[in-house]
C-alpha cells in the first residue's frame, strides 16, 4: 500500500524557473493539501484541496499554484521560483470519519533548492 | 497569528522517564486534536488525536490530554525510550478538516 507517493525526492532549480510538484495517494481520499516546512516554522498550509474540483488558499500560497487533476491526484506549481521558496515540500490526504476529525497522511516530501 | 502554539522548541528527558510536551491554541472552533512524529528525512506520521469532547485519550504509551478551558493540551510519554526521539507537531482542525499545525517540539530521549 502505497499512501501517499510525492515526486520528485530532491529539486534544484535556478531562480526564476518553473516546476510542478506532483502527489498521488490510493487510500481513496477526498482531501488533498500541501504544506512547506522550514526551520522554526513547523509546518505552513499552502493550499489544500476538501474534495475534487475544490481548491482553497492556505496560511502561504503567494508564489504557487494548485491543480487538483481528480481524485487521486494535487499537484503544486511554482511559476517562477525564488530562494524564499527553498524548503522541504510535503502532500498529504485525508478522509474525515466520525470522531476522527482530519486525521492526515503525509508523503515522504520533495527537498526543493532554489539557487 | 499563531492559532496553534509549541512554546518548548526542545525538551531532554531520561530513558524510563516521563515525557510531558504541550500545546496551546486560540482558536475555539478547533473541534479536533492530533500528535505527529516526525523523523529527519520522512514525513509526519499520525500518532495519536482527541475529539474536543473528550479530556483524555490513551494509547499504549502515550496519553494525550485536554483541557479546553484553557486551550491547551498535553501529550505524554510514559515510558520514554530513544526510539521516541523526534520532533513532535500538535495539529488542530475544525468544521473545514483543514489541519494547523505548531511549530514543533525537538524531543531528545538519552539513554
Aim: contains cysteine.
Amino acid at each position: 500500500n502505497a499512501g501517499v507517493t510525492q515526486t520528485p525526492k530532491f529539486q534544484v532549480l535556478k531562480t526564476g524557473q518553473s516546476m510542478t510538484l506532483q502527489c498521488a495517494q490510493d487510500m481513496n481520499h477526498n482531501s488533498m493539501y500541501w504544506y512547506r516546512q522550514d526551520p522554526g516554522m513547523g509546518l505552513r498550509l499552502i493550499y489544500y484541496s476538501a474534495s475534487e474540483g475544490t481548491t482553497d488558499k492556505g496560511e502561504v500560497p503567494n508564489g504557487y499554484n494548485v491543480s487538483r487533476l481528480n481524485k487521486r491526484e494535487f499537484s503544486l506549481r511554482l511559476e517562477s521560483a525564488a530562494p524564499s521558496q527553498t524548503s522541504v515540500y510535503f502532500c498529504a490526504s485525508s478522509e474525515a470519519k466520525g470522531g476522527q476529525g482530519a486525521r492526515a497522511f503525509f508523503g515522504q516530501g520533495t527537498r526543493l533548492t532554489v539557487v | 497569528d499563531q492559532q496553534v502554539k509549541q512554546n518548548s522548541p526542545s525538551l531532554s528527558v531520561q530513558e524510563g522517564r516521563i515525557s510531558i510536551l504541550n500545546c496551546d491554541y486560540t482558536n475555539s472552533m478547533f473541534d479536533y486534536f492530533l500528535w505527529y512524529k516526525k523523523y529527519p528525512a520522512e514525513g509526519p506520521t499520525f500518532l495519536i488525536s482527541i475529539s474536543s469532547i473528550k479530556d483524555k485519550n490513551e494509547d499504549g504509551r502515550f496519553t494525550v490530554f485536554l483541557n479546553k478551558s484553557a486551550k491547551h493540551l498535553s501529550l505524554h510519554i510514559v515510558p520514554s525510550q530513544p526510539g521516541d526521539s523526534a520532533v513532535y507537531f500538535c495539529a488542530a482542525s475544525g468544521s473545514n478538516y483543514k489541519l494547523t499545525f505548531g511549530k514543533g517540539t525537538l524531543l531528545t530521549v538519552n539513554p
